[in-house]
């Protein structure tokens, strides 16, 4: 039967085939069956399966490949691993052929069951990310690709082959990507003991091949977690002797009472699957020593300061992270010299029991605390009863805290207002959660027209000066107008009888209504 109208007919080698049209600048043809593999033949095409043309490109035939193991399983997130591929059918997979590809197809995540056993996220559709790279032919039996950049640490993805960009080998590996963040400390005492050095990152397991190198020497981390790899800190206590002795002295730094004895260096990297991920210097340094901390009160809210005395503190090599810590809380650390460190308390510290104190230390990395025998106790505000009174008057108030230390109870002092505006009265301190103060009678006055009340700072110390400042935890204290009472009504009432009884003030004086 003969065809009228334009037909797109595709030809590979000597065998024609009809084609459809696709788009206007698209034809589909299929591809014949064919049970023999040989080398690639040239496509043409044609409207009208007489008049051909030369596409320039070949159509070959392969045996689907196989793929039985990749090598490594793991990669970095920033890509570039290079991944071996094993299988067999490889060879006759690579004449002229230029797709050869690694199809990386991220997998789910493991799908959590209702609570009927069946699977919660059942119907939701789940759109893989999928990247190819290149594949490069080794031999027969050998594939080889680089992993791709774009997932983050954690992901694990399936890796498979494809020859021409539509099939793919069956089997799928999986191929898990990690990130490294960073190390923690940079440095250490040279006698530290029990410390390790923190590489930090996500997607790390235990079955990856991981070795810890310091100075160059190799050691097995001390433990592997999900985003946490610990390494020893330090070699054998000789060779650390000898980093400490000079291996990097320090030049045209400021003097701080150290020598060259008194400081050293190693490189410090870690080596996963092979590939060796570098993490700079790692310093070696004198532990200093604490003679004396002052003041040991402070408020667990305000901006004091804590000066700790001692030996041996400095921060003038590249990874000196100096620190302060108060209990559990770090403060921030300030070096005046070789002897002082000023710590800012600018971190609420927690209110404690009668009887207990939070240690004071300092470290040159903020990890490797130095030992000390000093502690500190902070004062703090939890509740005013009343919060509230009247201007022109006296109140006593009850303050509610901890940390009201009985040697200091003739220094109490309660403030009320501003930087600018203030007045201070002397505490009572009753014991060491309870103190009384009294509202200052004449400090403040209301504009005439004024109706609502005047809220002010209210904060707690012991002493006025630098060691012993005022809580800063946002606490008010609040004055109104006396009102004046004009009338009450009813005067009085039947015996046995409840009854509302009206309170009035003048219109002059009203009262303050809450808001």
Known sequence: MPMYGVFPFCKLGENVVRGRFVSTTRVQCNSPRTTSTGSAVKIEFSLNGQDWIDSGHDFGYYERPELYDIRPRYGNIAGGTEIWLKGNKFSNATNGLKSVMCRFTQMPEPVAEDAEGGNADEDSDFNPPIRFMPAYYVDKDTMKCASPSGWNG???????????????????????????????????????????????????TQDMAILCILDGQEMAPLAVHFNLIKCPMHLDKEKDRRLLRGKAPLENKQDHGHGENDFGSASFAVKLEGIKQGFGNFHYYRQCVIDDVTPLIAPNDGDGAIYIIGRG???????????????????????????????????ELPLIDEGESLLVTVALNTYSWAASDFSMLPYGIEAMYPNMGPIGQSTNILIVGKGFDNDLRENGRCKFGTEENYIVVEANVLDNEHLICRSPSDAFTLPEKASEIISVPFAIAFQEDLYFPYTNGGQKYRMYRQPKLEDVYPKEVKVGKLAEVFVSSTEGAPFWQRK
């Open 154 to 204: 954690g992901d694990r993805v399936w890796v498979d082959l494809t020859f021409n960009g539509i099939d793919f080998t069956e089997n799928k590996f999986e191929f898990d990507f990690y990130a490294f963040y960073g190390s923690f400390p940079k440095s250490a005492p040279y006698d530290a003991t029990n410390q390790f050095i923190q590489v930090r990152g996500k997607g790390f």
């Open 313 to 347: 503190f400095r921060d003038d090599f590249e990874n000196s992270k100096l620190g302060c810590r108060i209990g559990n809380t770090l403060a921030k650390a300030q070096l005046l010299d070789s002897n002082t460190v000023r710590c800012t308390v600018n971190n």
